[in-house]
Structure formats: structure tokens, C-alpha cells
């Protein structure tokens, strides 16, 4: 049974360029978070997605942009970088539900903008 | 205010001997859920334990155990028996309410060091 899955591991990109980061969440389930971890520090949610549509978002600016496909596999967009945005991105998955349910996170993709 | 705190930044333990990660946290609800997680240096966080507000237990996974004070809103982690493996960082969380639409806050993480 595989986990969550990220892609890329790693990427290098100059300011003012785009990324898109990509996550396949565990299997069996349907809901996906993004959150960002800088250096140092705790992870810091972005969003989540669940039935395609963004359900909750954190304090980030609209450059960051998500999509979740019917396969419940999510997508981050970054547009217009930062230095200040480089970071490890978590991509984090869990059945929708009530109660507390986990999260299960990928190995994460780590951004470095020069 | 910081929903989680963790005020040790480091902390080394002796292998084969105990060791307590602080946690406190700050809600105004009265449903939430406190998780814990480790996160070596490949990056993945892993689950560790789990506590609900409403648990009257202390939650224990195998070396894992969460000391529990609700009126002091701790939350701290014991790991018992520590191994060298135990070595990464470690994060307290909480998830308010009773919605798995709610959002995840973390610490800062506390960084574990096993010495031989």
C-alpha cells in the first residue's frame, strides 16, 4: 500500500518563475493538505483540498494556487517566487470524516529559489 | 498568541533512558485533538501518538506515551527506553474542533539527539 507520494524530491528555480508541486495522497483517501515548512520551523498549513474544491485555506498570499483531480491527486502552484518561499512543502492526506483523524505526509519536496 | 509551544529547541537523552518533550497548547475550544510527530532528516513526518480532549486516558503507543494535563494544557510527549533511531525532530500539533476540514497547527519542534 503505497503512502503519499511528492514530486518533485527537489527543485531550484529563480524569482519571478513558477513551480508546480505534485502529490498523490494514500490510498483509500480523499483529502489533501498542503503545508510549508521553512527552515526551522514548524509546518504552516496552506490549504486543503477535498471533492476538488479548495475547503479551508491558510494565511498565504493568492500566489499559491492548488487543483485536486477526480483521482483526489493534488497539485501546488507557486507563481511570481520568492526567496522568502523557499521551503519544504508537505503534501499530507487523510479520509474526510469526523473526529480526529490523522495526517499521513509525503516526504516532502524541497524548493530552493535563487 | 501561539497555538503550540515547544520551548525546548534541543534536547539530548542517554540511550536505553527516558525522555520527556514539552508541549503546551492554547484553544479557546472544547473539542480538539493533540498529535504528535516525528520527522527524521528525510523529511517525512511520521505519526507518532495521539490524545483527544476528551480522553480521560493517557494515550500510549508502544515506547510512546502522552502525559495529558487538561487544565494545564500540556500535552507532553515521553519516550521511554530511547534509541539511537530516536534521533530527529519532533512536532506537537493540534487540530481544533471536531471538522477533519480544520486545519493542523504546529511547534517550532523540539530537535531529539540519542547519545550511545
Known amino acids: 500500500d503505497a503512502g503519499v507520494t511528492q514530486s518533485p524530491t527537489h527543485l531550484i528555480k529563480t524569482r519571478g518563475q513558477q513551480v508546480t508541486l505534485r502529490c498523490s495522497p494514500k490510498?483509500?483517501?480523499?483529502?489533501v493538505s498542503w503545508y510549508q515548512q521553512a527552515l526551522g520551523q514548524g509546518p504552516q498549513f496552506i490549504f486543503q483540498?477535498?471533492?476538488?474544491?479548495?475547503?479551508q485555506r491558510g494565511n498565504f498570499p493568492d500566489r499559491f494556487s492548488g487543483h485536486q483531480y477526480p483521482n483526489y491527486s493534488s497539485e501546488l502552484n507557486v507563481n511570481a517566487l520568492l526567496l522568502g518561499d523557499s521551503a519544504l512543502y508537505l503534501c499530507?492526506?487523510?479520509?474526510?470524516?469526523?473526529?480526529?483523524?490523522?495526517?499521513?505526509f509525503g516526504s516532502g519536496t524541497q524548493l530552493s529559489v535563487l | 498568541a501561539q497555538k503550540i509551544t515547544q520551548t525546548q529547541p534541543g534536547m539530548f537523552v542517554q540511550e536505553k533512558e527516558a525522555v520527556t518533550l514539552d508541549c503546551t497548547y492554547d484553544?479557546?475550544?472544547?473539542?480538539?485533538?493533540l498529535f504528535w510527530y516525528k520527522q527524521p532528516s528525510s523529511g517525512e513526518m511520521i505519526f507518532l501518538i495521539y490524545?483527544?480532549?476528551?480522553?480521560?486516558q493517557n494515550a500510549t503507543e508502544g515506547r510512546y506515551s502522552l502525559n495529558f494535563q487538561k487544565a494545564r494544557k500540556s500535552a507532553n510527549l515521553v519516550i521511554s527506553a530511547s534509541q539511537l533511531g530516536d534521533s530527529a525532530m519532533y512536532f506537537c500539533?493540534?487540530?481544533?474542533?471536531?471538522?477533519?476540514?480544520?486545519?493542523?497547527?504546529f511547534g517550532t519542534g523540539t530537535s531529539l539527539t540519542v547519545i550511545p
Open positions: 499530507a492526506s487523510s479520509s474526510d470524516g469526523t473526529g480526529h483523524e490523522k495526517l499521513f
Open positions: 490510498s483509500g483517501h480523499d483529502t
Open positions: 483540498y477535498y471533492e476538488e474544491e479548495e475547503r
Open positions: 484553544t479557546s475550544d472544547q473539542s480538539y485533538g
Open positions: 490524545q483527544g480532549s476528551y480522553d480521560e
Open positions: 500539533a493540534m487540530r481544533e474542533g471536531w471538522n477533519t476540514g480544520n486545519q493542523f497547527y
